[in-house]
């Protein structure tokens, strides 16, 4: 079981990795250099860039798979004006479009991106072109891969704004609404990370890579043709305690992704500890947003590639974009609320929404459950599409095992104005827990083909984080939120008081793979069923509607017993089993 468990692990982060390099066939000589034409005011000049003329990367195996995660080291540079783009759907029945923003002093003005051009909301498809030689010159890849301008970057020149205000990674969840992607002027962002689930089998030994950016986008965005030669050595990669930071040029040994995975969870669902520095034999280390899977924290990694040659300006304190930024933990007020309760009328509210539940997988009994049981796993998310954060406090009584929760409202300066009491705030000793979870947030249940009947039930508490930013664009969306893996903001056993945030445009995937969390199916007929996701199901919490907090998600079960199936089909155009 461990390996299955692992290669699901890593399954899921590979799913929220993004700017993918897909091998494809060999393609033809690339055309020749041009300049680029002189950017318009308010019209951002890209170029390709490379950090460095030589990188090392580490050759890893796991799970039956080797390769190297392939971080080439290259660069969008961007001047004159920042890329900024808006990316949306208007329902899970329409395609994603993408719109530039051109900002030229008070001016505003979008472009629609031409189709074919944005597929997802994980980045410019098809943006990256690569091309790899042996040392005896023969061609052994081709590559191309998307370009998520949210990526880890850096600043490239002194005089560039501190830090960025754009978000710091391109969604992976198959249910986004919208997205903002966005480089400020002068700042770079890095354009590959390496698929931890289709690593890039290339053999120890010396390399020539030639990286450039397909013709349709250097003529979209009128780029000159600047391809980026790097050397590049393959190695196996050094134990525990071996190798350090040796090597020649830049060494890869974590790929700081543009959104890789903040694996799993647990009861979450992704933030596996997988790749995580020290933590064991995957490549990727964890970033903000993407469905969890194991309940402990996961440092986002440096952009390597621009501080290794000196090229980034690391951001000012704890206001870093660049990849670097270790989100502090949200202080909870000292003391519980005093005076009488009162939810002003007039006050912003969140609005808690259920996204329909995805990443089905029938497991037979992990994590506490019973062994030889048929469960149904699945991954499921409750947002808040604002206008206020959900912002609840837990205060402890000495000696107590439960917390009061409180929620608070406030004003439009962030005063606070009211409070109410909403349930409590229990510590859940299980492993792969070990934190305060808040009752009454969401609920699961199995309901029967004609939806009339409730066939099973998951009812548990959580510790709040925003994993995945589903609509940032939505009004008062946090494109920083702080409290993104449960380091920040779960407490501990001795804590005497928690305060858990969900903001605005975030929500929060838990993949049900802990105690009571997956349903048993063991026994149940096979046919067709239904998963609702239920948000906010006691009504405890103060929201704007209440008439959006369910989701179902059709599901057909088959097989026998010890070997039950789940086929999912796609919900409108969104295909995500």
């Given at each position: 079981?461990?390996?299955?468990?692992?290669?699901?692990?890593?399954?899921?982060?590979?799913?929220?990795?993004?700017?993918?390099?897909?091998?494809?066939?060999?393609?033809?000589?690339?055309?020749?250099?041009?300049?680029?034409?002189?950017?318009?005011?308010?019209?951002?000049?890209?170029?390709?860039?490379?950090?460095?003329?030589?990188?090392t990367?580490?050759?890893?195996?796991?799970?039956?798979?080797?390769?190297?995660?392939?971080?080439?080291?290259?660069?969008v540079?961007?001047?004159?004006?920042?890329l900024?783009?808006k990316?949306?759907?208007?329902s899970?029945k329409?395609?994603?479009?993408?719109?530039?923003i051109?900002?030229?002093?008070k001016?505003?003005?979008?472009?629609?991106?031409?189709?074919?051009?944005?597929?997802?909301?994980?980045?410019?498809?098809g943006?990256?072109?690569?091309?790899?030689?042996?040392?005896?010159g023969?061609?052994?890849?081709?590559?191309?891969?998307?370009?998520?301008?949210?990526?880890?970057?850096?600043r490239?020149?002194?005089?560039?704004?501190?830090?960025?205000?754009?978000?710091?990674?391109?969604?992976?969840?198959?249910?986004?609404?919208?997205?903002?992607?966005?480089v400020?002027?002068?700042?770079?962002?890095?354009?590959?990370?390496?698929?931890?689930?289709?690593?890039?089998d290339?053999?120890v030994g010396?390399?020539?890579?030639?990286?450039?950016?397909?013709?349709k986008y250097?003529?979209?965005?009128?780029?000159?043709?600047?391809?980026?030669?790097?050397?590049?050595?393959v190695?196996?990669s050094?134990?525990?305690?071996?190798?350090?930071?040796?090597?020649?040029?830049?060494?890869?040994?974590?790929?700081?992704?543009?959104h890789?995975?903040?694996?799993?969870?647990?009861?979450?669902g992704?933030?596996?500890?997988?790749?995580?520095?020290?933590?064991?034999?995957?490549?990727?280390?964890?970033?903000?947003?993407?469905?969890?899977?194991a309940?402990?924290?996961?440092?986002?990694?440096?952009?390597h590639?621009?501080?290794?040659?000196?090229?980034?300006?690391?951001?000012?304190?704890?206001?870093?974009?660049?990849?670097?930024?270790?989100?502090?933990?949200l202080?909870?007020?000292?003391?519980?609320p005093?005076?009488?309760?009162?939810?002003?009328a007039?006050?912003?509210?969140?609005?808690?929404?259920?996204?329909?539940?995805?990443?089905?997988e029938i497991?037979?009994?992990?994590?506490?459950?019973?062994?030889?049981?048929?469960?149904?796993?699945?991954?499921a998310?409750?947002?808040?599409?604002?206008?206020?954060?959900?912002?609840?406090d837990?205060?402890?009584?000495?000696?107590?095992?439960?917390?009061?929760?409180?929620?608070?409202?406030?004003?439009?300066n962030?005063?606070?104005?009211?409070?109410?009491?909403?349930?409590?705030?229990?510590?859940?000793p299980?492993?792969?827990?070990?934190?305060w979870?808040?009752?009454?947030f969401?609920?699961?249940?199995?309901?029967?083909?004609?939806?009339?009947k409730?066939?099973?039930?998951?009812?548990?508490?959580?510790?709040?984080?925003?994993?995945?930013?589903?609509d940032?664009?939505v009004?008062?969306?946090?494109w920083?939120?702080?409290?993104?893996?449960?380091?920040?903001?779960?407490?501990?056993?001795?804590?005497?008081?928690?305060r858990?945030?969900l903001?605005?445009?975030?929500?929060?995937?838990?993949?049900?793979?802990?105690?009571?969390?997956?349903?048993?199916?063991t026994?149940?007929?096979?046919?067709?069923?239904?998963?609702?996701?239920?948000?906010?199901?006691?009504?405890?919490?103060?929201?704007t509607?209440?008439s959006?907090?369910?989701?179902?998600?059709?599901?057909?079960?088959?097989?026998?017993a010890?070997?039950?199936?789940?086929?999912?089909?796609?919900?409108?155009?969104?295909?995500?089993?």
């Amino acid at each position: 079981m461990t390996s299955q468990k692992h290669r699901r692990e890593m399954q899921r982060a590979a799913f929220a990795a993004g700017a993918v390099l897909a091998v494809v066939a060999v393609a033809g000589a690339a055309p020749g250099a041009g300049a680029a034409p002189k950017a318009k005011p308010g019209t951002p000049q890209l170029k390709l860039i490379a950090a460095s003329k030589s990188v090392t990367l580490d050759r890893w195996e796991w799970d039956g798979k080797a390769g190297v995660s392939l971080d080439l080291g290259t660069y969008v540079s961007v001047d004159n004006a920042p890329l900024e783009f808006k990316v949306t759907r208007k329902s899970y029945k329409d395609p994603v479009v993408a719109q530039q923003i051109l900002r030229d002093g008070k001016k505003v003005t979008t472009k629609t991106l031409p189709a074919g051009l944005v597929r997802d909301f994980q980045g410019l498809s098809g943006f990256l072109e690569v091309s790899i030689k042996n040392a005896a010159g023969a061609q052994v890849l081709t590559a191309k891969g998307d370009f998520c301008p949210n990526n880890a970057s850096g600043r490239i020149r002194p005089d560039a704004p501190a830090t960025s205000h754009y978000p710091q990674s391109c969604p992976a969840n198959p249910f986004t609404l919208g997205s903002v992607w966005g480089v400020e002027k002068g700042w770079a962002a890095n354009t590959s990370a390496g698929d931890r689930d289709k690593p890039t089998d290339l053999p120890v030994g010396q390399y020539t890579a030639k990286v450039s950016v397909a013709k349709k986008y250097r003529d979209y965005f009128g780029m000159a043709d600047t391809p980026q030669t790097v050397k590049l050595t393959v190695r196996e990669s050094p134990q525990d305690g071996e190798g350090g930071e040796g090597g020649v040029g830049l060494r890869s040994s974590v790929a700081h992704g543009s959104h890789g995975a903040k694996a799993a969870h647990g009861a979450h669902g992704a933030h596996a500890g997988h790749g995580a520095q020290g933590a064991g034999p995957a490549p990727g280390g964890g970033h903000h947003y993407g469905p969890r899977g194991a309940d402990e924290p996961t440092a986002p990694a440096l952009p390597h590639a621009l501080e290794a040659r000196g090229l980034a300006h690391l951001g000012d304190g704890k206001g870093h974009t660049d990849g670097s930024r270790i989100a502090p933990a949200l202080k909870a007020n000292a003391q519980r609320p005093t005076g009488r309760a009162t939810v002003p009328a007039n006050v912003p509210k969140p609005d808690l929404r259920s996204l329909p539940a995805w990443g089905f997988e029938i497991t037979d009994g992990e994590d506490g459950d019973v062994p030889g049981k048929d469960y149904l796993a699945f991954s499921a998310n409750v947002w808040n599409a604002g206008p206020a954060p959900l912002v609840v406090d837990g205060f402890r009584s000495p000696g107590k095992d439960l917390m009061d929760a409180y929620q608070y409202f406030y004003d439009a300066n962030g005063k606070q104005v009211g409070y109410t009491p909403t349930g409590t705030m229990e510590w859940d000793p299980r492993i792969g827990h070990e934190h305060w979870h808040f009752t009454d947030f969401a609920s699961y249940r199995l309901l029967s083909a004609d939806k009339t009947k409730q066939v099973r039930s998951g009812k548990e508490a959580f510790c709040l984080a925003n994993t995945d930013a589903v609509d940032y664009t939505v009004k008062n969306a946090n494109w920083h939120p702080y409290n993104t893996d449960l380091s920040t903001a779960c407490g501990e056993q001795n804590s005497i008081s928690v305060r858990e945030v969900l903001d605005v445009g975030s929500g929060d995937t838990y993949t049900q793979y802990r105690p009571g969390q997956s349903f048993d199916i063991t026994g149940l007929p096979n046919g067709t069923y239904y998963v609702e996701v239920l948000a906010n199901p006691a009504k405890r919490l103060k929201e704007t509607d209440l008439s959006n907090n369910t989701s179902l998600r059709k599901v057909v079960l088959g097989g026998k017993a010890g070997a039950r199936t789940v086929s999912v089909p796609p919900y409108d155009l969104v295909n995500a089993p």
